[in-house]
């Protein structure tokens, strides 16, 4: 064991109260007390690791600190997929924080400290509901829930994927609530409060579980904070100070029947800290010793207020270290190395301890998939064990991810070690600003900016904005660890869920299973492939037709240039589908139904189709391992509270199709989950090749054959249509049966959306067809796209069938057009490049309220966050009647866009608004429209 | 949910002449649009022994005001000499700029303002009647003192019990410790393990 104390890691003399090391390793954070505020500050964890990182001074020690609590901060959090920090304080607030990528370094305004912030870290979001000190905070597994408790007594549980959104608020301690825990199974929360009572809570109901009181008998509330921990494999929970025999002890629980029949002792004072290692151990084997099976352990680490540090290994009776001294104050917090070999203390006296262990030490972590094991040896085949076989994946994935897509953004360093100089980022401000550098603005601001006297003339000036804010950063339903990909059909709407989905979908279906031999390099370089490497388009017969097919996904060109010359290449297809389950059966409170368009119980999913083409052999050799390994119902993995569905991949020599594409449907009601599978080549009876689809609903399933591989499946409550290679398309009801005999579309389809009774097909010859097959009538009859399309180069990048049975097209210039049946014409419904849009200002008219109602296919089109008045602010040099007009005539613009998408909430939510700003700009309007009625 | 945070506030045409305007140039972060206006206030303090003597320069107001990063420059007038006592006109004093949002105010950054004649001739012997033509007033910009107030963001200024400064240093942990001396110490009590899984 090496034992380090970083002298620079210090907030000025001034305590620390928490340290949290980043799941991926580079850097931690601490949060503690500042000069006149709460402090937090991201370290760079290199320094720590490495005597010659933290002598070259090119390497930054300090990444960012962020003085933005008003008081001392008590705890600091990294979700589990890296992508935020919350931070919790005596201010009473939770802050969660996210790397902003656009900004450059900066200095904290007014700060002593003349470093410069190499990452920024912005805080986007203020959680404030507690009405006393914020003491501890918790991310529950996959980052669904944040918890916080507080000396108020209570404990929060926000919803992570929709801030501020509190899911429930528990109540019944009785004293200051002092450390969380969250079940690694997600089953339960545990806290520990001065009432001397430790409390299990279930996350089914967020009921009281049980409430453990007697080795708390004798405790003074003496200690700042509680901080327990629960074990990785979820058997035990051991808690901050209890009390044994009148010497302070850290109790152990059991998570079978809650028992407390044994503790840590030793120590002199108080526990206030106890930290499980994430990883569960086995013996090292030694050379030449038979292996003998030996139980797998924990490893755990304990502070105290005795300022010792005690580290313990569950198969051993004593503890394996014990350091006295390490610190003048009391031990803090704990927090380990992911890979379960370091340990990082703090304390209140300011200093922060790395202690770094070897595996001769510890012993072998176990892998996940021995981890897995266990899991499924003590949680048997519930729900509990597939999200923990999700929970460990999401672990080891989700920083790779995170790394991922910041490689992708590329605004990223792809080495925090080596810093970002200020000149790396500095000319992305100017950027913003049309060219113009932030130099030549600066001069000339004064004279520039723009100053109006208001009606009782004040002086007003209009800020220059000279960075825009990455608005869906905001979106507290956005709130999830992965982007939205393009070409997401149909379901805007529902991307929060869909999108942090994805990111487990994703991992799952690349990730090369559990093996051993394909380690994380391996991995990562993978990802890049997953959004780029999607489908072609080309080939089949009818190359004159495809054109315009080509233009229907831009991503779909990638590939056909990465082609020429292989096409006897393999390809190997693996095809994610993921669906999400509305509501956890029983009573899970899933911030869905705000969300939906109207009170339907139907939605539409989105569906990803990956393909990889075996470039290189490891690709390949991964994706068959796992194509002969993993049986099936191993893929059927399910997070929490979202099902994903891995299946149907299969590889098949490419002559005539460069690629397949495949999609999916599935639909959702609000009391289950419905799941449509496709399986091509499911046996091949005399030189014909059968493909299957199959639908299961709660329980209840069917499944049809079909005599062509299957390209598209899609489905509603009501229908489910199949699109097959060979140019078919079938039509099912709900119950399997066949509503009408296979329709012969004159190409291959390309795009197939259900709703309700309606099917809508867009075939590669850009070709619409809607059909009601309830009635068994056409609404929309091979109506060509080529409208919308000649004269750009424009794509399709998103289509979709409302509710009501309109198809609607986005391009991937931005406009979004929808057919409409009874004029026989193609609207345009939205547009992104309106200067309409982005010079309407109209937010004087919109109240909180109105948020909710506008959701919609229309506001599907225009984005959630309607980008309107974006240019607002620089245009006030415009007059404003000019203003005035432009956003009358935006917002009727909408009214018709909703009127003919026949949606009603949304015609409901414009018209709203129409009248509000009548009426706010009474005068004016009324003038105009005179003018207008005189001409 | 909004929040304004000050990134940096540039100090221009410094040092100038006493009857030469203020000019400011704040750059500032918003996370959200915010739905009113900035208000903005120059307050130059004319004697450091009475708030009596503090002169509000201007006040603006700023917006609209999208999510991102703004910036503008705030120009006031110099001080009503006339309402300076005479003492306090040459020496050091402060000027501060103030930010409220819904009538509270949120941040507060406060400069050293050095006003001196620049003739040497006038320092050494400087006049009764302090002659503000010579004098130069000097900020020192590079030492600003910030203070942020915690404020209701959503709602109007009804009830912000803690609109001061929260006071730092939470010593509730300082209390004595528990029971100590009667536990054994570590490593020497046997039956403590946990049961292997």
Redesign the interface.
């Known amino acids: 064991m090496k034992l380090l104390k970083p002298s620079w890691v210090n907030h000025n003399g001034k305590p620390i109260f928490s340290v949290d090391i980043h799941p991926d390793g580079t850097k931690f954070a601490t949060g503690g ?2 000069e ?2 709460g402090k937090v500050v991201i370290w760079n964890m290199a320094p720590v690791l490495r005597e010659e990182d933290e002598r070259n001074e090119n390497i930054p020690k300090l990444l960012c600190q962020m ?2 609590h ?3 901060v008590n705890c600091v959090r990294w979700s589990n997929n890296g992508l935020y920090l919350a931070s919790g304080g ?2 009473k607030l939770v802050m969660v924080w996210k790397r902003a990528a656009f ?1 450059g370094p ?1 200095t904290v ?3 002593s400290s003349k470093l410069a912030n190499v990452e920024q870290w ?5 959680l404030r509901n507690h009405t006393g ?1 914020v003491m501890d905070v918790a991310w529950s597994p996959h980052d669904v829930w944040l918890a916080s408790c507080s000396v108020d007594n209570t404990i929060v549980i926000w919803n992570a994927r929709k801030f ?1 959104e509190i899911v429930m608020t528990l109540k019944g301690h009785t004293g200051l609530v002092k450390g969380l825990t969250w079940d690694p199974v997600g089953k339960y929360i545990a806290s520990q409060a001065d009432d001397r009572s430790l409390k299990v809570w279930r996350t089914m109901d967020w009921q009281l579980e049980t409430n453990i009181t007697k080795p708390f008998s ?3 509330g ?4 509680l901080r327990l921990s629960w074990s990785p ?1 979820g ?2 929970l051991v808690s901050a ?1 209890a ?1 044994n ?5 850290a109790q ?1 629980i059991e998570r079978d029947g809650w028992k407390t029949n ?9 526990v206030t800290v106890v930290k499980f290692n994430p990883k ?1 151990f086995k013996k090292k084997q030694k050379n030449g010793s038979t292996p003998k099976p030996s ?4 490893c755990c680490a304990v502070g105290s ?2 300022r ?1 540090l ?1 580290v ?1 290994l ?6 394996l270290v ?1 350091i006295h001294d390490l610190f003048d104050k ?1 031990i803090m917090d704990i927090t380990w190395t992911l890979n379960g070999l370091g340990l990082l203390v703090c304390s ?1 006296d300011g200093t922060v301890a790395f202690l770094d262990f070897s595996q001769d030490e510890l012993g072998d972590p176990l892998n996940e998939e021995e981890k897995n094991a ?1 899991h499924q040896n003590i949680y048997g085949k519930s729900l509990a064990i597939t999200m923990e076989s999700q929970l460990s994946s999401t672990i080891i994935e989700n920083p790779e991810m995170l790394k991922y897509q910041q490689e992708r953004q590329g605004n990223q360093n792809p080495n925090e070690a080596q810093g970002i100089g200020p000149e790396n980022q500095t000319p992305k401000l100017t950027n913003v600003l049309n060219g113009e550098s932030l130099e030549d603005i ?1 001069k000339n ?2 004279k520039k ?1 723009v ?1 109006t006297r ?1 009606a009782d003339g ?12 990455d ?1 869906a950063d ?1 979106l507290p339903a956005l709130f999830n660890s992965v982007p939205i990909l393009p070409g997401s059909s149909a379901s805007t709407q529902l991307t929060p869920q869909i999108s942090s989905d994805s990111s487990t979908a994703n991992s799952l279906g690349l990730r090369p299973s559990h093996d051993p031999t394909t380690t994380s390099p391996n991995k990562t370089s993978h990802f890049p492939s997953l959004s780029t490497n999607t489908f072609s388009f080309s080939g089949l017969s009818c190359s004159g037709t495809i054109e315009p097919m080509k233009a229907l996904d831009s991503r779909f060109t990638e590939r056909s240039k990465a082609m020429p010359g292989v096409t006897s290449v393999p390809l190997t297809i693996v095809v994610l589908w993921f669906c999400l389950r509305v509501k956890d059966s029983s009573s899970v409170k899933e911030p869905k139904g705000k969300d939906e368009t109207s009170s339907d119980s139907e939605d539409k999913i989105m569906v990803k189709s990956i393909a990889k083409r075996k470039g290189e052999m490891e690709g390949a050799e991964v994706v068959e391992k796992r194509k002969k390994g993993r049986p099936r119902k191993d893929a059927k993995t399910m997070p929490f509270p979202q099902v994903t569905f891995l299946l149907s991949k299969d590889a098949w020599i490419s002559k005539s199709t460069d690629g397949a594409f495949s999609e999916g449907g599935f639909t959702v009601s609000t009391d289950g989950v419905t799941y449509l599978e496709v399986e091509n080549e499911v046996s091949v009876v005399s030189g014909s090749r059968l493909s299957q689809l199959k639908w299961s609903r709660e329980g209840r399933e069917w499944d049809v054959l079909l005599p062509s591989r299957i390209i598209i499946a899609a489905g509603s409550s009501n229908v489910v249509a199949v699109a097959c290679e060979d140019r078919t398309l079938s039509v099912f009801t709900a119950c399997g049966r066949r509503l009408i005999p296979s329709i012969i579309l004159p190409v291959p389809m390309s795009a197939l959306h259900c709703s309700g009774h309606f099917v809508m097909a867009l075939t590669a010859s850009a070709m619409l067809s809607v059909w009601d097959v309830q009635k068994q009538t056409a609404l929309v009859k091979n109506e060509s796209l080529n409208p919308i399309l000649s004269g750009t180069d424009a794509t399709v990048s998103q289509s979709f069938l409302t509710q009501q049975g309109v198809a609607v097209v986005s391009l991937s210039n931005g406009k979004t057009y929808c057919f409409n049946s009874s004029l026989e014409t193609w609207n345009l419904i939205a547009d992104k490049q309106d200067s309409l849009v982005q010079c309407t ?1 109209f ?2 008219c919109v109240s909180a309220q109105d948020a909710l109602g506008s959701m919609g296919p229309l506001a599907l089109t225009q984005g959630r966050n309607l980008s309107a ?2 240019l ?2 620089r245009l006030s040099s415009t007059p404003h009647h000019l203003q005035q007009g432009m956003t009358l005539a935006f917002l009727e613009k909408q009214l018709s866009s909703a009127l003919i998408l026949l949606s009603a909430s949304e015609y409901r939510h414009w018209l709203l608004i129409y009248a509000r700003f009548l009426v706010n700009e009474g005068e004016a309007v009324r003038e105009g429209q005179c003018h207008c009625s005189q001409g | 949910m909004a929040e304004v945070q000050v990134l940096n506030v540039a100090v221009l045409d410094n040092p100038s002449p006493f009857g030469n305007p203020f000019q400011f140039e704040v750059t500032f972060e918003c996370m959200e649009d915010l739905p009113e206006d900035l208000e903005w206030k120059i307050i130059y303090v004319g004697s450091a022994e009475s708030e009596e003597y503090d002169q509000t320069l201007d006040s603006v107001l700023v917006g609209p005001i999208p999510a991102g990063r703004h910036m503008f420059v705030f120009q006031a007038d110099a001080p009503n000499t006339g309402l300076i006592p005479e003492s306090d006109a040459v020496g050091v004093t402060v000027v501060l700029i103030t930010c409220t949002y819904r009538g509270q105010e949120f941040i507060r950054i406060g400069y050293y303002v050095n006003n001196e004649y620049t003739d040497t001739e006038l320092r050494e012997n400087p006049p009764l009647k302090p002659d503000y033509g010579q004098l130069q007033r000097n900020i020192l910009a590079s030492n600003p003192r910030v203070t942020r107030f915690h404020i209701n963001w959503e709602g109007c200024a009804e009830k912000m019990e803690d609109s001061e400064n929260v006071d730092p240093a939470p010593n509730a942990m300082l209390s004595p410790s528990c029971t100590p001396g009667k536990a054994p110490p570590l490593g020497l009590v046997p039956d403590n393990s946990m049961n292997c899984l």
């Open positions: 007390q500042g006149d505020s003085d933005n008003l008081a001392c005596d201010d900004i900066s305004f007014g700060s912005r805080c986007v979001m203020i000190d501020p004798e405790c003074g003496t200690t700042h904070v494999d058997q035990y100070h009390m025999n009148s010497g302070p002890t152990i044994m503790d840590f002792v030793g120590h002199r004072k108080a569960i139980c797998p352990y924990c207020k005795d010792s005690s313990w569950t198969s051993l009776k004593r503890p014990v009391s209140m266990i600066r601001l004064l900016q100053e208001t004040r002086r007003r000036i209009t800020p220059l904005c000279i960075a825009q804010l608005t905001f200002d937010r004087n008045g974006r607002a602010s």
